[in-house]
């Protein structure tokens, strides 16, 4: 009998102990099919389609009480770049955020810190971008600090570009290089403002971490103050690439200097102008119905437009885009489609920074450049302004010769991200005559939308561009 009890013992202990090694096979097998996926999935990962090939842009903007923050940054196809970008972005972050815990003034909502940090990307080569980071900070407008972040990524090899693997590397080269920079700076318009003591400082660093390329140059860029009394923002020298192509290696002189000439958009320039008979506006006699004018601020992003173009399309509805300078550039396309189908371009800055705190001279590059690019992407100049935070003041309205539009309903879809929260403002505040303010970079903002017009079509509003809503 005994011997029998433990037969049975052995047998049930055999049966878990396979039934044991069975599971860890099959969890195993399952794991490192899922991994396998997630990792497919991730290499597979596309950027939505923008101009530059294989890189999209992503923007984030906070506001509270104390702080404003705009972030506008590259988004590529590999986990590596992204990671090291992400890595950037957060240290900026975490910086400014720490500078808020510092010192004794008081931060309030009238006097809110700042910080922008926007990019500009230029492509040298298939596949080949300098990406340019600046960054501005500050709690007051007396303690603005202006730095830059230079990326040089070459998409097909997945890497980082060090500036250093582009030169020879012996010293006869490096004082060759430096003697170009400082040709240049000395025919710029900063020959005779430049220290020639941190000029010496900088060459003595040995370190090209502040270059970028171009198509035709590389540029050296230099933090306020950093080179030149001036009161400049940031100093740019650019040195022609023909002037620097014995001291480049052999493969990075084939891959600058003997590359195909890329055709630009030119080429197809007459498809993307809007004709004159299509820039008039159809003028519609005004009946007694309720009107309201939507607007979307901060795009165009590549699913999210797309999707709110194609809800106002089914309601036959009119929109009003406030569209960031820096987006466009990436989406030049979806900016064409917005126009095209009926829709208002409104001009919102180049990479959303708040005006009041910056030089007239800054203001008007941010207005300026990004109607060159909505000019560039659709045949016409953005005929109203609508400041980012709402922030505006005398120095901002001198400077402009549209209007400035603002809004009565203030939906905050951007805060709390909630499509029901969205219908409830509206539901409470809208009335004829309403300007209604959203957000076309947030899923949830179209979502709240497909409410919005759903409601409001119920409503008997009729759905119109803000500049049709003041006739």
């Known amino acids: 009998m005994k011997g029998k009890i433990v037969y049975i013992t052995l047998i049930l202990v055999g049966v878990f102990l396979i039934y044991f090694l069975f599971h860890m096979i099959f969890s195993y097998n399952v794991a490192h099919t899922n991994s396998s996926e997630s990792k497919q999935k991730i290499k597979s990962k596309v950027v939505e389609k923008s101009k530059y090939e294989g890189v999209g842009v992503a923007t984030s903007i906070e506001e509270e009480k104390t702080f404003r923050s705009a972030i506008h940054y590259p988004v590529f196809e590999s986990d590596m770049i992204n990671s090291e970008i992400k890595s950037y972005l957060n240290e900026t972050k975490e910086r400014f955020k720490k500078s808020l815990e510092v010192g004794n003034k008081q931060l309030s909502s009238e006097q809110p810190a700042n910080l922008s940090l926007s990019f500009r990307i230029h492509k040298v080569a298939n596949g080949l971008y300098s990406i340019v980071f600046s960054e501005e900070s ?46 240049s700076l000395v025919e710029s318009k900063y020959k005779y403002s430049f220290l020639e003591r941190k000029w010496q400082d900088w060459v003595n660093k040995q370190d090209l971490s502040n270059m970028y390329i171009t198509k035709e140059s590389l540029v050296f860029r230099f933090n306020k103050y950093e080179l030149v009394i001036d009161n400049a923002d940031t100093l740019e020298i650019s040195v022609p690439l023909q002037k620097v192509a014995e001291l480049l290696k052999e493969e990075w002189e084939e891959k600058l200097l003997v590359k195909e000439k890329e055709e630009e958009a030119e080429l197809v320039k007459d498809n993307n102008i809007i004709s004159e008979e299509e820039k008039k506006p159809v003028i519609e006699e005004k009946d007694s119905k309720k009107r309201v004018a939507l607007t979307f601020d901060d795009g165009p992003h590549p699913k999210n437009t797309m999707e709110v173009l194609n809800l106002l399309k089914s309601y036959n509805a009119k929109g009003t885009f406030f569209v960031l300078g820096s987006r466009v550039d990436f989406y030049p396309d979806i900016t064409k489609r917005i126009v095209e189908e009926g829709h208002e371009i409104g001009n919102h800055t180049w990479d959303h920074r708040d005006l009041t705190k910056l030089r ?55 805060k709390y991200r909630d499509p029901e929260n969205i219908l409830d403002i509206v539901k409470q505040n809208t009335k004829d005559g309403s300007i209604i303010l959203m957000h076309d970079i947030h899923s ?22 803000v500049t049709d809503l003041g006739k």
């Open 138 to 183: 500050y709690r007051e407008e007396t303690d603005v600090k202006l730095t830059s972040k230079i990326f040089i990524i070459d998409i097909n090899k997945e890497k980082f570009v060090n500036p250093d693997e582009l030169f020879y590397d012996n010293d006869t080269q490096r004082e060759d290089l430096y003697r170009v920079v400082r040709e």
């Open 444 to 465: 949830t903002s179209v979502q709240g939308l497909k409410l919005v017009l759903e409601y409001l079509d119920k409503e008997g509003y009729e759905f119109v561009t």
């Open 360 to 414: 007239p001279e800054t203001i008007k590059q941010e207005i300026e450049d990004t109607n060159t690019m909505v000019e560039k992407a659709t045949g016409i100049k953005p005929a109203l302004f609508r400041p980012p935070y709402g922030a505006t003041n005398k120095a901002v309205t001198d400077l402009l010769n549209i209007p400035e539009i603002m809004w009565s309903v203030d939906t905050l879809d951007w």
